[in-house]
């Protein structure tokens, strides 16, 4: 079994966001080199660029993921628990 991951959550949905603004910023420039007259080269690169990028940036996904569930796991069990309570009377009548 792999050892726990260090990611909290909020780190976690950060890395989740950035992977998105990533591949929304490589589609910006794929776009913009298309539209725009660039030498064949350079839109070569940028093509290549613009799908590897995205790409590197996703093999970040699978951890954060995974760090999401686990704190949505442990707050459904945590919920679970306290569902299983007794309801009791305030012991000065509030």
């Known amino acids: 079994m792999p ?4 990611l ?3 780190r976690a949905l950060a890395r989740c966001l950035c992977v998105a603004l990533t591949a929304l910023v490589c589609a910006g420039l794929v776009g913009a080199a298309a539209l725009v007259p660039a030498p064949a ?3 070569a690169v940028i093509v290549v660029v613009g799908i590897a990028m995205p790409m590197i940036a996703a093999c970040e996904l699978p951890a ?3 760090a999401l569930r686990r704190r949505k796991e442990a ?3 945590l ?3 306290l569902a ?3 309801e009791v ?3 000065l009548g509030y």
């Open 89 to 91: 009377k305030h012991p």
């Open 84 to 86: 299983q309570l007794p």
């Open 8 to 10: 909290t959550p909020r």
């Open 79 to 81: 919920r679970r628990q």
């Open 3 to 6: 050892p726990p991951s260090s």
């Open 75 to 77: 707050v459904s069990g």
């Open 41 to 43: 080269g350079a839109l």
């Open 64 to 66: 954060a993921v995974a």
